[in-house]
């Protein structure tokens, strides 16, 4: 039978070796080859300032941290993001705000923020889910009207654009995750970038127990280990350089299935701008028939796979509210296989069983 993954990435002989390289060269803690990685993105990104760290949870939490964001704040969230978004918020101290998506896309509703801000609302969160951009030049005033922090996270974002720029470089900070199931990935691996290098200093120490400078360490201020590692940074250079090759594939594989699907009523893309310059990671799609079609997907062995549920269903982040746009992604939402080393022929044999789904 067939058996299709829903997500295909690939590490290969250059990893292999740059690791071997490592280990050789007894880089095993955090030095040169992380500064390197650094180095790397911040070129790519156009951004001054970069700091590896263990995920993208990780890079989310310090970003808020040196923000200063914590007990008896209020952070808006949100209410559809991976829950780590709100769990940064919440480990930080602050209670998590959510607010629903668009009616048309995931994203959320930047016209919905100002009625859930509060005298003590002191950031914002947006998500660019699935590389799409949340309208920054609507945001980032409201913002600053509100004298709010706007730490985006652009986990889901690596290498797409918003007229012209850097998701993730917009803001006060941006966050960013190298898991598994992302473009260029370091299997867990995550990194903040930001203008300001006062913040940068803060993130450097907040990674090492408020050092700075590891050949001068004075412990200047509240920090964690949050370090990263020599190894993985070897697999990182690797794959960040692959970058531009992987949004060509993914990009790719969501035009084929796009096209492959035109002509069927019953399932439809999410709307993704990719001549804007947006990366569609994942293949997400709608359907009313969802339930029905991925469990005949998966019957015919292609995996199933929805996007995570929307974050008012967990009680702990205590949220009250209707959220009817979020509500509908998660009955009809999903996501195809994908990934930057899914084959494309993947793309006819899934589309094939989806027509004959729909048109037996
Ligand atoms: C939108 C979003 N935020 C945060 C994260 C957390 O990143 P990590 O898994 O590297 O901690 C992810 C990871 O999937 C994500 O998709």
Redesign the pocket.
């Known amino acids: 039978m067939t058996h299709i993954n829903w997500w295909q990435t690939s590490l290969n002989d250059t990893e292999i070796h740059a690791v071997a390289g490592a280990i050789r060269d007894k880089r095993i803690g955090m030095g040169p080859l992380t500064e390197a990685l650094e180095g790397d993105i911040c070129k790519a990104l156009n951004v001054p300032h970069a700091v590896m760290c263990p995920?993208?949870?990780?890079a989310?939490f310090m970003a808020l941290m040196v923000h200063g964001i914590g007990p008896g704040d209020e952070v808006i969230v949100p209410n559809r993001?991976?829950i780590?978004?709100a769990h940064a918020a919440r480990l930080a101290g602050a209670r998590v705000v959510l607010v629903d998506c668009n009616a048309h896309n995931t994203n959320l509703d930047v016209d919905r923020i100002e009625e859930k801000i509060t005298a003590r609302t002191r950031a914002i969160m947006p998500?660019h889910?699935n590389g799409r951009a949340v309208p920054m030049d609507h945001l980032m005033p409201l913002a600053r009207h509100h004298n709010l922090i706007v730490i985006e996270?652009a986990?889901?974002a690596v290498f797409s654009q918003y007229k012209g720029k850097m998701l993730g470089t917009l803001s006060h900070a941006g966050?960013f995750?190298?898991?598994l199931?992302?473009l260029v990935t370091t299997g867990?691996?995550?990194f903040t970038v930001c203008h300001d290098r006062k913040i940068y200093e803060k993130l450097v120490r907040f990674r090492n127990h408020g050092v700075l400078d590891p050949n001068q360490p004075e412990y200047q201020s509240l920090g964690f280990n949050f370090k990263f590692s020599d190894i993985t940074a070897a697999i990182g250079r690797v794959q960040w350089a692959l970058g531009s090759q992987r949004v060509q594939h993914v990009t790719r594989i969501h035009q084929s299935y796009v096209t492959a699907l035109s002509g069927i009523d019953g399932i439809h893309p999410i709307p993704i701008d990719i001549q804007g310059g947006e990366v569609p990671l994942y293949a997400e799609f709608i359907s009313p028939h969802r339930d029905l079609l991925v469990n005949y997907l998966q019957d015919q062995g292609i995996t199933k796979h929805l996007l995570p549920p929307g974050l008012h269903q967990s009680s702990h982040l205590e949220n009250s509210g209707i959220f009817p746009h979020s509500d509908r992604f998660d009955r009809e939402a999903f996501i195809l296989p994908c990934g930057p080393s899914q084959p494309l022929e993947t793309v006819s044999i899934v589309a094939d069983r989806i027509k004959t789904f729909f048109q037996g």
């Open positions: 995920s993208g949870s990780i989310l993001t991976f780590a978004t998500v889910l996270d986990c889901q966050c995750s190298l898991g199931a992302k867990l691996g995550g």
